[in-house]
T-cell receptor
Framework: DTGVSQDPRHKITKRGQNVTFRCDPI?????LYWYRQTLGQGPEFLTY????????KSRLLSDRFSAERPKGSFSTLEIQRTEQGDSAMYLC????????????FGPGTRLTVT | GENVEQHPSTLSVQEGDSAVIKCTYSDSASNYFPWYKQELGKRPQLIIDIRSNVGEKKDQRIAVTLNKTAKHFSLHITETQPEDSAVYFC????????FGAGTILRVKS
């Protein structure tokens, strides 16, 4: 499968725990985006990378959230001290804007904080 | 920053009829406008897109129009089928995508 992959697909955690999600983009894509989607809403931008550089972070990304893309390939999104309001679908997308602007989404990680 | 508004929030049509979803955007620097279809529990799937130097684009039963002056763009689905039932999102982009709130399309057979 050459599409965007995410792991895990589902995560249930207790409030206060830390969680980490992984995204593997399409291999030739140098841009990687993280979005959050809650029920009944469109995806909301969190942050994006150009290769290993994090170029923009949304105000939605509080100090408890951190994202990395150390080698310019896969990326991780960590949420520390999770809160019930963090429950959502976390979507990753990738693109190669030098070739085309299309962003392709992964299947998402559904986080439930109890 | 960019703001995208999408209407209607729900749309019910009879199979075979046309469906139109409209979006407006605020940032005149936005240069790319994709449409995504999302079925329940699945990832958003890109179905069609348009760039700011084009006014209209068609792909079989779907088409998108863009009016840069008015800052609005629309999705047109003709000859709707039950499998078109899903949530549709418009988006506008400078660097990142800003999405509309979505339209639930129901095609009744």
């Amino acid at each position: 499968d050459t599409g965007v992959s995410q792991d895990p697909r589902h995560k249930i955690t207790k409030r206060g725990q830390n969680v980490t999600f992984r995204c593997d983009p399409i291999s030739e894509h140098n841009r990687l985006y993280w979005y959050r989607q809650t029920l009944g809403q469109g995806p909301e931008f969190l942050t994006y990378f150009q290769n290993e550089a994090q170029l923009e972070k949304s105000r939605l990304l509080s100090d408890r959230f951190s994202a990395e893309r150390p080698k310019g390939s896969f990326s991780t999104l960590e949420i520390q001290r999770t809160e019930q309001g963090d429950s959502a679908m976390y979507l990753c997308a990738s693109s190669d804007p030098g070739q085309a602007p299309e962003q392709y989404f992964g299947p998402g990680t559904r986080l439930t904080v109890t | 920053g960019e703001n995208v508004e999408q209407h209607p929030s729900t749309l019910s049509v009879q199979e075979g009829d046309s469906a139109v979803i409209k979006c407006t955007y605020s940032d005149s620097a936005s240069n790319y406008f994709p449409w995504y279809k999302q079925e329940l529990g699945k990832r958003p799937q890109l179905i069609i897109d348009i760039r700011s130097n084009v006014g209209e684009k068609k792909d079989q039963r779907i088409a998108v129009t863009l009016n840069k002056t008015a800052k609005h763009f629309s999705l047109h689905i003709t000859e709707t089928q039950p499998e078109d039932s899903a949530v549709y999102f418009c988006a506008a982009r400078v660097d990142k995508l800003v999405f509309g709130a979505g339209t639930i399309l129901r095609v009744k057979s």
